[in-house]
């Protein structure tokens, strides 16, 4: 674990350093309220709606396909370290694991969840 | 040894900070405002000499620091706040695991010069460029404003979709190295490949030894080369993958609400990104700190005949590092390249490109690159 002190030590000094650009400007930057300011950007009609509504479903989507192509993502890392050592059972076991995965990715594209 | 390691904080706080980060925003302008046919920054001057826009990177900041920052009405006090930071801080602490040289032994001490060598060294940048992502999604819903909305479920589209291909694209060169750590890949890379052939057959004598490759990612596997320089581009979002923030489609998206140093903070998040993702893409496929056809155990046993095997050590320690510079600085300068060449990909395709175009590509070349590993059975991908 000695190798992620160094990890710990630049995250102490980022978080310090963003910490000290916040306050420098809480400082020295001036402060006029004005209602008009603090009016969200609208475009140039300054038409106002309510931005807290509901946005397209196909964000949702992504965000479950997301997780279930990213979890088998994550198997793959330690095995190419170690796919030398392996060979060809290693290959061929892997294939055999992506292979549902293939499945998946096709019904999705065939389902149009992949369609914007 | 604490000291030393917060000595090599400070340095390469230093380096990212003072050197490259006013570079890249220098290049960025400059090198953009060339390709565009514009002059760039040609104002902020001292004593009337302009150092060709030099020194406007240093008064952005002056100028993002010395402003107000207005938060919109009805935004999420603490979140709104707090979202730049997020943004900054991961792609700060991504420069830990970017070796700027190889391993050295002077008497028995072993130096290397990265400040955190993890054996899992590519993981933290995938996982910390994800929380970043977090940052830029987080600054649009907390703004309360329709574009900044747009622009954060866009950004977090985005950055979710760019993470299985930027993790997928990396895979087969993990498979060539053997490892995930980024210094040993730099060792890996600091040989040549013999052109094998027709050459071995002629008798070239001592020129043989120079007419060979060297070793490096982007020799043993150009393609991915490719795909993880423009997936991990697109997974920072700059041009031409930034329809999340596009600044004529949606008046700049996630970060339309923000001023003064929020604002700073967002424009320094993505330089940095820059300065990261060449880093990265220098020690996986640019051979790291190696310098071509002169492996380190060359330099070392050609210089020490003359100073000794000590001072030799360190002479090649500064070769790797202002090798890596070079490599570090001439990718930064690829990206503008690519940036500034390419017309936005809209949101939909952008998505369809990453789901369709990167991933099946990148799969296919783990399973292209495997069988040739496995079939070869070691030796080049």
């Known amino acids: 674990m000695a190798e992620y002190v160094g990890v710990l030590l630049i995250l102490a000094l980022a978080v310090a350093l963003t910490g000290a650009m916040l306050a420098l400007n809480l400082r020295i930057a001036p402060r006029r309220d004005l209602a008009a300011k603090r009016d969200p950007y609208a475009g140039a009609g300054g038409v106002r709606s309510a931005p807290r509504r509901r946005f397209a479903v196909r964000f949702y989507v992504v965000a479950i396909l997301f997780l279930v192509f990213d979890v088998a993502v994550v198997f793959l890392h330690p095995w190419s370290a170690v796919l030398r050592e392996l060979g060809s059972p290693g290959l061929v076991a892997m294939a055999l694991f992506i292979a549902p995965l293939g499945v998946a990715y096709v019904y999705a594209w065939g389902k149009g969840a992949l369609r914007w | ?381």
């Not at chain 2, 406007?56 to 620091?65: E, G, H, K, N, T």
């Not at chain 2, 998206?253 to 998040?269: I, K, M, N, P, R």
Request: charged share 10%.
């Open chain 2, 1 to 381: 040894m604490t000291l030393l390691l917060l000595a090599k904080t400070l340095t390469v706080l230093g380096v990212l900070l003072v050197g490259l980060v006013p570079l890249t925003a220098w290049l960025e302008r400059r090198q953009s405002a060339l390709m565009q046919d514009r002059v760039g920054p040609a104002r902020v001057n001292v004593a009337t000499a302009t150092l060709g826009g030099l020194l406007q990177p240093l008064a952005d900041a002056i100028a993002r620091l010395a402003k107000e920052s207005v938060r919109p009405r009805g935004a999420d006090r603490v979140l709104h706040a707090l979202a730049p930071a997020l943004a900054l801080v991961p792609v700060i602490v991504m420069v830990a695991v970017i070796p700027f040289g190889a391993r050295y032994t002077i008497g028995s001490t072993t130096l290397s010069l990265v400040l955190a060598d993890a054996d899992a060294g590519v993981l933290w940048f995938f996982a910390l460029s994800t929380l970043s992502g977090l940052g830029f999604v987080l600054a649009g819903w907390s703004s309360n404003s329709d574009y900044a909305l747009l622009g954060a479920v866009r950004a977090g589209a985005q950055t979710v979709s760019c993470q299985i291909a930027m993790a997928l694209s990396l895979v087969p060169m993990f498979a060539i190295y053997g490892t995930l750590r980024l210094s040993d890949m730099g060792l890996v890379q600091d040989r040549s490949i013999g052109l094998g052939g027709l050459l071995s057959n002629l008798d070239l004598g001592v020129a043989a030894e120079w007419l060979s490759l060297p070793a490096w990612g982007i020799v043993q596997n150009p393609v991915c080369f490719a795909t993880f320089l423009l997936c991990a581009m697109a997974a920072s979002r700059q041009p031409p993958f930034d329809s999340s923030s596009a600044g004529s489609e949606i008046a700049g998206g996630h970060t339309v609400e923000y001023s003064g140093v929020g604002l700073g903070l967002f424009q320094l998040a993505g330089v940095v990104q820059l300065v990261v993702i060449a880093g990265i893409v220098t020690a996986v496929f640019l051979g790291g700190s190696a310098i071509p056809w002169l492996s380190q155990d060359r330099i070392i046993s050609a210089v020490s005949g003359f100073y000794g095997e000590g001072f030799a050590t360190l002479i090649c320690m500064g070769a790797h590092a202002i090798a890596f510079l070079l490599k570090l600085v001439s990718v930064i300068v690829l990206q503008v390249v690519l940036r500034g060449s390419m017309p936005r990909l809209r949101d939909d395709q952008l998505m369809d490109w990453l789901w369709k175009g990167m991933m099946p590509l990148a799969l296919l070349n783990i399973f292209a690159t495997g069988f040739v590993l496995v079939a070869v059975g070691g030796g080049g991908g």
